[in-house]
């Protein structure tokens, strides 16, 4: 198994092509998603208000920010990040709401402060209100799950892209060859040859993830004023179980691109695949933009795909992770040997195996 293992690695590393698809583009990935995801923040907040604000008070505040809507569910809003700010009046005090921990939602909302208060010494000046204004900031914590996200689509095509070239290579790129059928007639057993061939996608798949998840977490950290991908206390307990979560993603994930490449008859068949897999695997981070961590049914961390996307939102948050972590792991160690026994039963079958050979 060795040196099958070691063989079929050093072959995968004289190409080109998968050095620069493995290690470059999962740097370059990193860099374009994380630089893209930091675009928007700069532009003004968009700020909310209900109905229990006075006319005077919306006046005041359109008069700084063009981005203000009426909204009957302000703190859904805020926590579903549809909202960066939310005003609500009580008697002769404004509450804010938001995030403070965001720089420009921060500077915004003490530039709603010192508005009001202008508008306070303004008034006492002219003598033409007696009850002036106060204001209440109340910080929240918005788990928008944008970081889990961000983290996962990362990840997912640097792990695709890094691994696809290889298990190709390694199956349907030997039937091509015609090297498949004197590698099963050597005196070694089909599910040894299969393991080394599946670890060798795995190591690039793990070299690609590791670079998008460290690559990340160390770009976030420098290029974010606000929320980070590591939060302090929190560090070694979310780095552990990012490795975990991610791991168990790539090997179910090679595990599908291996079946794929057995069954393809040729290199160009199982590339015409790559653009279906795109689309599928993405459908999971789809679904999860539209929840928060704290809104995530229990059975999403059951179905595979959905589990580890639903758990790296949960990462980086407050939730608690006991439960979904230990339902990742069982459904995503499942989903694998699942996988796994139908590999190896794929391959075993030596129309699949040798292809029209």
């Known amino acids: ?30 860099f374009v998603s994380v630089s893209a995801s930091t675009i928007g923040e700069d532009t003004q907040p ?4 209900d109905s229990s604000v006075p006319t005077e008070v919306i006046n005041l505040i359109q ?29 002769s005090t404004i509450a804010i709401h938001g995030n403070m921990d965001i720089e420009n939602i921060q500077e915004s909302i003490i530039d709603l402060e010192l508005l009001i208060a202008q508008a306070n010494l303004q008034d006492i000046q002219h003598e033409t209100n007696t009850d002036p204004w106060s204001t209440q900031v109340e910080d929240i914590d918005q788990e928008s799950g944008n970081m889990g996200n961000l983290l996962m689509n990362i990840l997912i095509m640097s792990v695709l892209f890094g691994a696809f070239p290889a298990s190709v ?9 015609r090297t498949m059928e004197s590698l099963l007639m ?42 980070s991908l590591v939060l302090g206390s929190q560090l070694f307990g979310q780095l552990l179980g990012t490795i975990v979560n991610a791991f168990l993603y790539i090997i179910n994930l090679v595990m599908v691109l291996t079946i794929i490449s ?24 789809g679904i999860m933009m539209a929840l928060t961590p704290s809104n995530i049914p229990t059975w999403f961390y059951i179905i595979p795909s959905l589990n580890t996307n639903a758990l790296m939102q949960s990462i980086f948050s ?21 996988l796994f026994l139908i590999c190896y039963r794929v391959f075993t079958d030596d129309k699949k195996a040798l292809g029209n050979n």
């Open 186 to 227: 050597a005196p070694r057993s089909r599910l040894r040859i299969l393991s080394s061939k599946f670890s060798v996608v795995v190591t690039l798949g793990v070299i690609s993830g590791f670079i998008a998840v460290s690559g990340s977490v160390a770009l976030t950290s420098m290029m974010d004023e606000g929320e």
């Open 1 to 30: 198994m060795k040196s099958i293992y070691r063989k079929d690695l050093i072959d995968v590393w004289r190409d080109r092509k998968t050095l620069v698809l493995s290690i470059l583009l999962p740097l370059l990935i990193v």
């Open 318 to 338: 407050s939730e608690e992770l006991l439960v979904p972590f230990l339902l990742t792991i069982l459904s995503s160690v499942l989903s694998f040997i699942i």
């Open 262 to 285: 057995i069954m393809s008859e040729s290199f160009k068949e199982a590339q015409n695949y790559m653009m279906a897999m795109m689309l599928v695997l993405f459908i999971s981070p």
């Open 63 to 91: 008069e700084e920010n063009a981005a203000l809507e009426y909204s009957d569910h302000i703190q859904d809003d805020l926590m579903h990040n549809t909202a960066d700010i939310g005003i609500q009046v009580n008697e």
């Open 46 to 49: 968009n700020v909310v208000y």
């Open 169 to 177: 290579s390694l199956f349907a790129g030997e039937k091509e060859q």
